[in-house]
């Protein structure tokens, strides 16, 4: 069974142009989520996505935005990039929420020069 | 709202010797505790979940985590440590009526040496 898979796996953008992530969950799974990871920061959640809808979100600013696809894949965007969006973005996907464990993918490094 | 802490962000030990990583947690409601552990350049891989019932939680690989809901607590530990459990390990907490939010700790890196 092939994990979540993401891509690109490294992707370097510059100052204020946008940035698009992939995500392709585990199959049969309908939750994806995505967060952030950036040095010394820990792991900060962004979205999270079920049957094709947005059921939550943290604390970023809309030009982070996203969506999930009626495959259950999910596309993260950030808009008008700036230094500090320089992070490891993981994916993770579960078979609906709450108690259900997340299943993470190796993530995309994104750094904005 | 729910946050965690753990309080320690690097524990280095000898290969064999015990390991306890540190986990509080914060919640106005039930939450359900996992820890994750990320090797280098992986993804984050479960490694134990309290849902309910016993408050004793074991791993495949010899981990075991404790949940103490008075000191709001749930700490990692392992016997006797390997080479190979190197790695940096995350405690998460989820809401049970916050579906879908994870709340992850600044990580644990535990570094195993000969």
């Known amino acids: 069974e092939a994990g979540v898979t993401q891509s690109p796996t490294h992707l370097i953008k510059t100052r204020g142009q946008q940035a698009t992530l992939r995500c392709s969950p585990i199959?049969?799974?309908?939750?994806v989520y995505w967060y952030q990871q950036a040095l010394g920061l820990g792991l900060q959640f962004l979205l999270w996505?079920?049957?094709?809808?947005?059921?939550n979100r943290g604390n970023f600013p809309p030009r982070f935005s996203g969506r999930q696809f009626p495959n259950y894949s999910s596309e993260l965007n950030v808009n008008a990039l700036e230094l500090e969006d320089s992070a490891l973005y993981l994916c993770?996907?579960?078979?609906?929420?709450?108690?259900?464990?997340?299943?993470f993918g190796a993530g995309s490094r994104l750094t904005v020069l | 709202a729910q946050s965690v802490t753990q309080l320690d962000s690097q524990v280095p030990v000898f290969e064999e010797a015990p390991v306890e990583l540190r986990c509080n947690y914060s919640s106005s409601v039930s939450v359900y505790l996992f820890w994750y552990v990320q090797y280098p350049n992986q993804g984050l891989q479960l490694l134990l979940k309290y849902l309910s019932g016993s408050t004793l939680v074991e791993s495949i690989n010899g981990f075991e985590a404790e949940f103490n809901k008075s000191q709001t607590s749930f700490h990692l530990r392992k016997p006797s440590v390997h080479i190979s459990d190197t790695a940096e390990y995350f405690c998460?907490?989820?809401?049970?009526?916050?579906?879908?939010?994870?709340?992850f700790g600044d990580g644990t890196t535990l570094t195993v040496k000969p």
């Open positions: 998460a907490v989820t809401g049970i009526s916050n579906a879908g939010k994870s709340t």
């Open positions: 199959s049969g799974h309908t939750s």
């Open positions: 993770a996907s579960s078979q609906g929420s709450g108690a259900n464990v997340l299943t």
């Open positions: 996505y079920d049957e094709g809808e947005e059921r």
